[in-house]
């Protein structure tokens, strides 16, 4: 065979793989940024820069997990490199995510015999799509205490319609009124708030006649993890704030903007000294941002959290559908257990 004709079976031989190749070399590009991710989030540990890489643990699986199924399926004896990031990435990512998934797998639910509570927890995103379908579905649930945040912008419609039902509407105390709000059929007994430095984020309690007593309930909004110094000190607001109820009969809901693997909330957990019911439950996003919302097609990140004192035993936790907000919505359900206590 001529010089020119092995040129160009070799160029055609070379063309021929390179659909495969290009297909190793896109996986092992996935393969090692997920693992180098997934061991910076480790070092979360030590450091609050580093923990901000734990948030993304779950996509980080999803990327990880089929990475080392394909690897084993197209990579040679000779080109492992993207099969053993691959495990390494589904380790460290698995090692994060443990915890929070057991403490679901093994959660026990109360009956709903007795004296019930049910809150609805909602983040309605200050450009909600659908403010007609959101408050109809709130209306649908027929909770006793809605906890709302992001009450800003075309999303304030929303509380409109609630209004008949819930005439008493509480955010931060006047003359700073503030988007987090909890609506009650009820009249508190007191309410107060707080703005938080770093964003729209804030606080707002309540305390409310109760199945078992007058109880306590905080809703809560806090910023995302960066900048680094935001969240702590409103963390610590939540927990100083915590500090005038009897925690026993505690409530506090909203949208933290962190992940249940991420150092920073297994610390909130411990500040607050509450039992954290939302395990492992992915909230966001609902939606994309963008001039137009477009539906997100499953939630990756835990946002939405609910925490509850001890004299509180969970019947129920779900995860709402998908209306006009970013995040979806949590619905609890809790029973008033004090005699089983103390």
Known sequence: ????????????????????????????????????????????????????????ALPGLIVSVPAWVL????????????LWLAAVGTLCWSLLLAPDYAARLTAKHA?????????????????????AGSSAWILAQDPDVV????????????????????????SCADPSPCSTMILSKAQPLASGGQIF?????????????GPGGPYSLIGVHQSWPYPIADQPAQTAAVADTLKRFDPA???????????????????????????????ALPTFPARVFGRR??????????????????????VSLKRGPRLGSDHYPLVTVLRWDAAQTH
């Open 197 to 209: 430095p770093g964003g729209p984020s804030n606080l707002t309690w309540v305390t409310l006649p």
């Open 1 to 56: 065979m001529s010089p020119l004709g092995v040129a160009l079976r070799a160029t055609g031989a070379a063309l021929a793989r390179l659909p495969l190749d290009l297909v190793r070399a896109g996986l092992l590009l996935a393969a090692f940024g997920s693992a180098a991710v997934s061991l910076a989030a480790l070092g979360g540990r030590f450091s609050p820069l580093l923990d901000i890489a734990s948030h993304f």
């Open 249 to 279: 009969g505690a409530i506090v809901a909203g949208d933290f903007n962190s992940t249940p693997w991420s150092k920073a909330l297994k610390k909130q957990d411990r500040l607050f000294g509450l039992n954290r019911v939302t395990h």
């Open 71 to 82: 690897a084993l399926l197209v990579t040679q004896k000779g080109e492992r490199s993207a």
């Open 293 to 314: 919302s477009f539906a997100f097609p499953a939630p990756l990140l835990p946002l939405d959290h609910v925490y509850a004192g001890r004299d509180w035993k969970v």
């Open 111 to 131: 009956s709903s015999d007795g004296q019930t509570l049910k809150i609805v927890q909602f983040n309605l995103w200050a450009v909600n799509r659908d403010q």
């Open 147 to 170: 906890v709302l945040e992001e009450v800003s912008g075309i999303s304030d419609r929303i509380v409109r319609r609630l209004a008949e039902r819930y005439p008493f509407a509480h």
